[in-house]
């Protein structure tokens, strides 16, 4: 068989994972999904419409991997050109990743559920006859089954329930779950960096007009405080210290 069911985050341990449309256009101010290996972080701002493109305006998906502590990174981007945000991240994997996926995603206040199958390789495995053919057939198969899943059957169900009742007659393989929770990886370590990075003349304007300099994460809404002491300190020889390279 050619295809696989997946049931792990598509990030690897070590990496992290980040989704931002880049639009010029848009109802969203904060936009910028990030998930890693065993945590998740995000920050959205909800907004009632029709689909990703009026959610997003026309622009294109920025889809972000980088290293942990390394700074390496690669991007990949794709059109927003489909009505729900699944299918262009189905769009990026089949032309960034070269793998062929079905996504279905679904939320609620309370709750959100999503589950992905993509189709991969299998070493020595014919391109043409009938090996071929079954593998197609068995991708289109299972790609058939998954649009029966309702949202409420995603949201509601156990993963295993959700495997057995669209995968009835397949070997299924269910993996150990791995723990899902919000974790920030702003420290004042990286708020200082961009501190610096704006410069001594600029914090000091801003601490004369407000008394103090804050900066507010966008993904855990935390806010980091520098009075007038704390500012010198990163101009002095022990504070000029850059900080680590990250997405945020």
Not at 96 to 118: H, T, V
Request: aromatic fraction near 6%; charge should be negative.
């Amino acid at each position: 068989m050619g295809t696989e069911q997946r049931g792990v985050p598509y990030s690897r341990p070590g990496q992290q994972l980040a989704c931002q449309p880049i639009t010029g256009v848009s109802v969203l101010r904060r936009r910028i999904l990030a998930c890693g290996r065993p945590v998740l972080g995000c920050s959205v701002a909800g907004w009632e419409c029709a689909g990703a493109a009026a959610l997003f305006g026309a622009g294109q998906l920025a889809v972000t991997i980088e290293q942990d502590g390394r700074g390496d990174h690669y991007q990949g981007l794709v059109a927003i050109e489909q009505p729900q945000l699944s299918g262009c991240l189905e769009r990026y994997f089949e032309r960034s990743e070269q793998l062929p996926s079905r996504l279905l995603l679904a939320a609620r206040p309370d709750r959100a559920a999503g589950i992905l199958l993509q189709r991969v390789g299998v070493g020595g495995m014919e391109t043409e006859g009938p090996q071929a053919a079954e593998a197609e057939d068995a991708w289109r198969r299972i790609g058939l089954l998954l649009a029966t899943l309702s949202p409420a059957e995603l949201l509601d169900l156990h993963c295993r329930d959700v495997l057995q009742r669209l995968f009835t007659g397949d070997d299924i393989r269910l993996f150990e779950g791995t723990p899902v929770f919000f974790r920030c990886s702003c420290s004042r370590e990286r708020v200082s960096g961009i501190l610096q990075a704006l410069g001594a003349d600029e914090l000091q304007g801003l601490l004369r007009e407000r008394g103090d300099v804050e900066v507010r994460c966008e993904f855990c809404n935390r806010a980091w405080r520098f009075d007038a002491v704390d500012v010198a300190s990163l101009f002095s020889a022990a504070g000029s210290r850059q900080a680590p390279p990250g997405l945020h």
